[in-house]
């Protein structure tokens, strides 16, 4: 029974460059989120996609992207990595929206140098 | 603007012990309200929630308590073990608005001494 998968789990990238995050969400759950966690910080909201629709947007700058497939798996594009990019990046799945019984994959490291 | 506020930042129990976490929010809107604990290299795990209509609910050693009035819930962990040890979050979310997106705590660091 598979749960929430990532991919990559750990990533190093220079300042400048571009990165492609994916997540494999719970079979059957239409619902994808994604949320950066910087070291010591609780998970900021980034995007929500329900039905392969943007249904919610946090507050990061349009750098962050994200699409969601006819298969339900999602990717978060960030374009021009800053430093400040550097965090864990989680994804989490829901059977329907709003996000409650939202389950959290095991999130992606990036790191950007 | 932070809608969610956690304390403490840290936490050292003894084994056996009563862990105590309390968060206060903001926003009346929020009508679900989940903890998370997440272990160093893991994903949050869903823990257990509450919704606002009910002032209190134990799941095992796990037990939230509601306080709609003061817009205040805290997390209690009877009979702390060492394997409580993790990083626990509140979390609260505006289960009937457009974006059901989790608005989290900083979170609290839990340390259960043998």
């Known amino acids: 029974d598979a749960g929430v998968t990532q991919s990559p789990t750990h990533l190093i990238k220079t300042r400048g460059q571009h990165v492609t995050l994916r997540c494999s969400p719970i079979?059957?759950?239409?619902?994808v989120s994604w949320y950066q966690q910087v070291l010591g910080q609780g998970p900021q909201f980034i995007f929500q996609?329900?039905?392969?629709?943007?249904?919610g947007r946090g507050n990061f700058p349009d750098r962050f992207s994200a699409r969601q497939f006819p298969n339900y798996s999602s990717e978060l594009n960030v374009n021009a990595l800053l430093l400040g990019d550097s965090a864990l990046y989680l994804c989490?799945?829901?059977?329907?929206?709003?996000?409650?019984?939202?389950?959290f994959g095991q999130g992606t490291r990036l790191t950007v140098v | 603007q932070q809608q969610v506020k956690q304390s403490p930042q840290s936490l050292i129990v003894q084994k056996g012990g009563i862990s105590i976490i309390n968060c206060a929010y903001e926003?009346?809107?929020?009508?679900?309200f989940p903890w998370y604990q997440q272990f160093p290299g893991k994903g949050p795990a869903l823990l257990i929630a509450?919704?606002?209509?009910?002032s209190e609910k134990k799941e095992g050693r796990f037990t939230i308590s509601f306080n709609k009035s003061a817009k205040q819930f805290s997390l209690h962990i009877m009979d702390s073990q060492p394997g409580d040890s993790a990083t626990y979050f509140c979390?609260?979310?505006?289960?009937?608005?457009?974006?059901?997106?989790?608005?989290f705590g900083k979170g609290t660091k839990l340390s259960v001494k043998p």
């Open positions: 996609y329900y039905e392969k629709e943007e249904r």
């Open positions: 926003n009346t809107a929020f009508d679900y």
């Open positions: 509450i919704r606002p209509d009910v």
């Open positions: 079979s059957g759950h239409k619902s």
């Open positions: 979390a609260a979310v505006n289960y009937g608005g457009s974006q059901g997106n989790l608005i």
């Open positions: 989490a799945s829901s059977p329907r929206q709003p996000n409650t019984e939202a389950f």
